[in-house]
């Protein structure tokens, strides 16, 4: 693995259904983040985390929830997907809290129908 | 409220300079970041500036200043594979990254 994977790499879900989207880094980075983009608009935050064993909310984190058990993982979990939930994800990864440079997984594309 | 203001489409011809500018207003800032997006693509750094004046960096060049909540980013010498859309996004209080919709760049031969 090289900087930050995401998987996977676009899924069609049906509405209802929980899904998790996979994220890890290798960078070391303690801060991380998730991220959804949508036609129009900019990139809006889901959850972030500043630190292993820390999270928090988000402009955006109402149906998802993540966790945070070590400094590499930090998957997101739709519990019962809906169709506004379609979008491209992005996880992001920065080498610690504050004004340092993202680092971007390749993005997730799901759709919900 | 935050808000980020730039184009949404701008188009330039290969081998010409093309500035895209940035209006902001957040609560609190800790710098200005830019990023490029290909389609389809994750985005990637481009620069950052937190105090006022030109940073450059290659072709690439990013101007602040703070007191007017105005950036923009300057691309010299255009190349066809600068066709992206160029992300806008200032830091807040929080050091929350608050994100522009994006320019998209057309560049034509």
């Known amino acids: 693995i090289a900087g930050i994977t995401q998987a996977p790499t676009s899924q069609i879900l049906a509405a209802g259904r929980r899904m998790t989207l996979r994220c890890t880094q290798d960078m070391r980075h303690n801060a991380m983040y998730w991220y959804r983009q949508d036609l129009g608009l900019g990139l809006r935050l889901i959850h972030y985390?500043?630190?292993?064993?820390?999270?928090g909310k988000g402009e955006v984190p109402d149906g998802y929830s993540v966790s945070r058990a070590n400094t590499d993982d930090f998957p997101l979990t739709l519990a019962s997907a809906v169709p506004s939930q379609t979008s491209v994800y992005f996880c992001?990864?920065?080498?610690?809290?504050?004004?340092?440079?993202?680092?971007f997984g390749q993005g997730t594309r799901l759709t919900v129908v | 409220g935050q808000n980020i203001d730039q184009p949404t489409e701008m188009t330039a011809t290969e081998g010409a300079i093309v500035q895209i500018n940035c209006t902001y207003q957040t609560s609190g800032f800790n710098g200005l970041f830019w990023y490029q997006q290909h389609a389809g693509e994750a985005p990637t750094f481009l620069s950052y500036n937190v105090l006022d004046g030109l940073e450059e960096k290659g072709r690439f060049s990013s101007f602040l200043s703070r007191s007017k909540g105005y950036s923009y980013l300057l691309l010299k010498e255009l190349q066809m594979k600068d066709s992206a859309s160029y992300l806008c996004?200032?830091?807040?209080?929080?050091?929350?990254?608050?994100w522009g919709a994006g320019t998209k760049l057309i560049i034509k031969p």
């Open positions: 996004a200032p830091m807040d209080s929080n050091y929350q990254l608050i």
């Open positions: 985390s500043n630190t292993a064993g820390t999270t």
């Open positions: 992001a990864s920065s080498d610690k809290e504050g004004a340092t440079e993202a680092f």
